[in-house]
């Protein structure tokens, strides 16, 4: 079983709320790294497809396409690839974000 994986800044208060990250601010942020690429759909093909609708950029890994999803303030990974740590601690540390598993 893979784990998942939140960069978050909820953990982070200013004024007594807590702060989020933007789908602007991914988009921006993503943009500027050519190993990520943006899609509204994210295409899971198997025994059977099944296609999700939502924000993902997606990071280019060798052959592998890995989703970073976006979501309510969040951005959402898989730990399935070894690879992704890395990547996962660069993007929490440049979005001046944290790194909590759920």
């Known amino acids: 079983m893979s784990q998942r994986y939140r960069i978050t800044r909820s953990l982070q208060e ?31 093909s198997g025994e059977t497809t099944m296609s999700i609708e939502g924000d993902f950029f997606m990071w280019s890994y060798g052959d592998a396409k890995i989703p970073f999803r976006h979501y309510d303030g969040d951005i ?15 993007v929490a540390s440049e979005l001046e974000a944290d790194i909590t598993e759920g």
């Open 14 to 44: 200013t004024s007594g709320s807590p702060r989020t990250i933007s789908l602007e601010e991914c988009k921006r942020y993503f943009a500027l790294k050519a190993d990520f690429a943006y899609s509204s759909v994210f295409t899971v």
């Open 76 to 90: 959402y990974v898989s730990g399935t690839n070894e690879a992704v740590i890395p990547k996962l601690m660069e």
